[in-house]
């Protein structure tokens, strides 16, 4: 039986698809990880059936981040061992537990699927959105930058999430992101996280900045789907492989991405 069956089903598939919100940055170091993972575990609290995918195939590290060991994973899935929904992993119990999710993760560590072909990924793509009717959320954290697997997996998504931070480079490389994908996928409109700023009102000066360079030079108003202020609880989750949500109940950090949740418009 696979896991997808143990830890998530049990319940009939969904008539429609699972809204699929994909997480991406220009660079590295913003905390889009983090961040994909916090909000895996909100939605979940909340009562949605929520799944995790770990779409950095050159860096994969999820599992890392979550302190979980799969016993199977995307590279397994590509040299055909396994079926897509047998590496699905389960997270503080998985689907069905209070809090719990699903996670399904890349090859941690190994760099063995950063040269998939378009095809390969294009089969990735589809499998998440077959997985996506077991669900009510799914997050799919992207790699860094613009390669070939961003922009073809954010096609799979129905929102796009563009992590930044305060720093010029974080947002130059913010733009870079969002120029790229608008011309692969125009229809899909970005919106705009600004992670550890350090406070609400910087953050929004940030992403007024990035707004307005998005409407000047490509004619596009990227939505401001929240300001996540820094806070030490964070860096204190993540040493401890735990969702900050499970970690601490109470957080500046957390009630932001509550919120940034509420700015998504699901």
Not at 93 to 109: E, K, R
Not at 222 to 237: F, H, M, N
Request: net charge positive.
């Amino acid at each position: 039986m696979s896991v997808l069956a143990k830890s998530s089903s049990r319940v009939h598939p969904r008539a429609i698809s699972a809204p699929v919100i994909a997480v991406a940055s220009g660079k590295g170091g913003v905390g889009k990880t983090w961040l994909s993972c916090t909000m895996a575990c909100v939605f979940a609290r909340q009562g949605k059936r929520t799944l995790l995918v770990d779409g950095d195939f050159g860096l994969a590290n999820v599992d890392v981040q979550l302190g979980v060991r799969p016993q199977a994973d995307l590279g397994a899935v590509m040299r055909g061992w396994v079926e897509l929904e047998d590496a699905v992993t389960p997270v503080l119990g998985g689907v069905g537990q209070s809090g719990g999710f699903d996670l399904l993760p890349g090859s941690s560590g190994s760099g063995a699927l950063s040269d998939l072909s378009q095809q390969e990924l294009m089969r990735i793509g589809i499998g998440i959105k077959k997985l996506a009717f077991h669900y009510d959320r799914v997050v799919l954290d992207l790699a860094a930058g613009v390669d070939k697997s961003v922009v073809l997996l954010a096609k799979t998504a129905d929102r796009l999430l563009v992590v930044t931070t305060e720093e010029p480079t974080a947002l130059a490389d913010a733009y870079a992101l969002i120029k790229v994908t608008q011309a692969s996928s125009p229809t899909l409109a970005p919106f705009v996280a600004v992670n550890m700023a350090d406070k609400r009102i910087s953050g929004k000066r940030v992403f007024d900045h990035l707004h307005k360079v998005c409407e000047n030079h490509l004619k596009l108003r990227p939505a401001l789907a929240g300001v996540v202020r820094r806070d030490a609880r964070v860096p204190d989750s993540i040493r401890a492989q735990t969702p900050l949500p499970a970690r601490h109940t109470s957080s500046d950090a957390l009630e932001d991405v509550i919120s940034l949740i509420e700015g998504l418009a699901l």
